[in-house]
T-cell receptor
Framework: AQSVTQLGSHVSVSEGALVLLRCNYS??????LFWYVQYPNQGLQLLLK??????LVKGINGFEAEFKKSETSFHLTKPSAHMSDAAEYFC???????????????FGQGTILTVHP | KAGVTQTPRYLIKTRGQQVTLSCSPI?????VSWYQQTPGQGLQFLFE???????NKGNFPGRFSGRQFSNSRSEMNVSTLELGDSALYLC?????????????FGSGTQLSVL
């Protein structure tokens, strides 16, 4: 079974600093990978996803992630943090398997990002 | 375009009762998935419906069930509620045509079981 590990349940950065949220997956073949963000009292919103092709994926709000097969990683970065980035971030993997995988994502435990002025 | 709508926003029930949660997907979306979010277990997949048929199911007991109507609206039901069922229940909609599709999430229903 596929799994996702997010290193660090809490990350704190200063406004303007680099944001780095770590995600590692376990899978025998490269899966589809996602980063979602959840703001307080809201549902999840897709930041970016990797399916095939270019390994550096750009998403919304200035975030990007790089798929590294050799390291089984999909870390999320943003060059300069903004106060509005404070939220919980989830890495997720979609299992390969055709029809039995529709709608199903396996999520990591989440990383709460705090941004200090 | 309206987003995914979940009702009610909050629910308080007692052990042993049953509850029904509702989800209206984005117009044109035919797939609805349900997730349970708790501080301890995180986000866990419950089931997915497409064109009124359950296509995929997670590892939850039979007390958790769902259905989808012809207009793609979906309901999930939890019978014989237990304290551990207290959670945020999220639904997500998509076109349902591919594994790597973007899921659009609602704001969830916060269920508290006393």
């Amino acid at each position: 079974a596929q799994s996702v590990t997010q290193l660090g349940s809490h990350v704190s950065v200063s406004e303007g600093a680099l944001v780095l949220l770590r995600c590692n997956y376990s899978s025998s073949v490269p899966p589809y990978l996602f980063w979602y963000v959840q703001y307080p009292n809201q549902g999840l919103q897709l930041l970016l996803k990797y399916t095939t092709g270019a390994t550096l994926v750009k998403g919304i709000n200035g975030f990007e992630a790089e798929f590294k097969k050799s390291e089984t990683s999909f870390h999320l970065t943003k060059p300069s943090a903004h106060m509005s980035d404070a939220a919980e971030y989830f890495c997720a993997v979609a299992p390969l398997g055709g029809g039995t995988s529709y709608g199903k994502l396996t999520f990591g435990q989440g990383t709460i990002l705090t941004v200090h002025p | 375009k309206a987003g995914v709508t979940q009702t009610p926003r909050y629910l308080i029930k007692t052990r042993g009762q049953q509850v029904t949660l509702s989800c209206s997907p984005i117009s044109g979306h035919r797939s609805v998935s349900w997730y349970q979010q708790t501080p301890g277990q995180g986000l866990q997949f419950l089931f997915e419906y497409f064109s009124e048929t359950q296509r995929n199911k997670g590892n939850f007991p039979g007390r958790f069930s769902g259905r989808q109507f012809s207009n793609s609206r979906s309901e999930m039901n939890v019978s014989t509620l237990e304290l551990g069922d207290s959670a945020l229940y999220l639904c997500a909609s998509s076109n349902g045509q591919g594994v790597g599709e973007k899921l659009f999430f609602g704001s969830g229903t916060q269920l508290s079981v006393l």
